[in-house]
């Protein structure tokens, strides 16, 4: 089992840039395949971009070119660069571990998350 812990969200404007950070316990982080999900107000949580075990990537649409995620599993950390952001990115963001061998798309495919981080980009 694996606990996870965000923080790195903000107000920023558009245009501007964050980093989200994932900090995960347990000895075995680099066993997860992992995600950076996001929560806006009335909508369904979606995925933002996942990561393999190995390092592959997966990036939906709307935020390929502008947000790179990536892992050390040194530091049992797994980040998510957001730059050029815009108020549509505006949302409450989650990481998400799942038990498996490669990362997956669907809110149901993971199996632990952490509490959230609150990112809004003022226009």
């Known amino acids: 089992q694996v606990q996870l812990v965000e923080s790195g969200g903000g107000l920023v404007q558009a245009g501007g840039s964050l980093r989200l950070s994932c900090a995960a316990s347990?000895?075995?982080?680099?066993?997860?395949?992992m995600g950076w999900f996001r929560q806006a107000p009335g909508k369904e949580r979606e995925l933002v971009a996942a990561?393999?075990?190995?390092?592959?990537?997966y990036y939906t649409d709307s935020v390929k070119g502008r947000f790179t995620i990536s892992r050390d599993n040194a530091k049992n950390t797994m980040y998510l660069q957001m730059n050029d952001l815009k108020p549509e990115d505006t949302a409450v963001y989650y990481c998400?571990?799942?038990?498996?061998?490669?990362?997956?798309?669907?809110?149901?495919?993971?199996?632990?998350w952490g509490q959230g981080t609150q990112v809004t980009v003022s226009s």
């Open positions: 347990g000895r075995t982080f680099n066993t997860y395949p």
């Open positions: 998400a571990a799942r038990n498996g061998f490669a990362y997956e798309l669907k809110v149901s495919d993971y199996n632990y």
């Open positions: 990561i393999s075990r190995g390092g592959s990537t």
